[in-house]
């Protein structure tokens, strides 16, 4: 699809295309991290709290849309050993765990809504984080 486009319109606009489609595919990992997220926090609640859920599923989804990204959202960019860029990744990202984890604890405190169902705040979270993460990811990461 994406070929398609850039072989319909103007030169001038391919650059921009290619960034929003890397933004969908990114968007997309991201959905399927989401529902890493929400399924590890509904599957831990229980046994670690909504606080130690929260933060082990963050990990679990962190490290589920590293490999995504790597293998598909920016096949071909970011080099060296994939433990390396793994730990890059989740270290760029920190400012987006900030807001997203940080985001989600606030929900889960302050909203009984959020408390008793935490995927609204694991969404809220997502959302957040999302901008930062793309612009690190693709800047730092994977460049």
Not at 58 to 64: E, I, P, R
Not at 105 to 125: D, Y
């Amino acid at each position: 699809m994406e070929s398609l486009l850039l072989h319909c319109l103007p030169r001038r606009l391919h650059g921009r295309v290619a960034l929003l489609a890397q933004f969908l595919r990114f968007g997309t990992v991201g959905t399927f991290g989401f529902v890493v997220d929400t399924a590890t926090v509904y599957a831990l609640r229980g046994t670690l709290g909504l606080y130690g859920a929260g933060a082990a599923a963050y990990l679990t989804a962190a490290s589920a849309n590293w490999l995504c990204n790597r293998l598909w959202t920016f096949r071909g960019h970011g080099h060296g050993p994939a433990h390396r860029q793994w730990l890059v990744f989740l270290a760029t990202n920190f400012l987006g765990f900030l807001l997203n984890r940080g985001t989600y604890a606030l929900l889960v405190t302050f909203s009984a809504l959020c408390a008793a169902q935490p995927v609204w705040a694991v969404a809220a979270g997502s959302l957040t984080g999302m901008f930062l993460n793309f612009h690190l990811s693709r800047s730092v990461v994977f460049r």
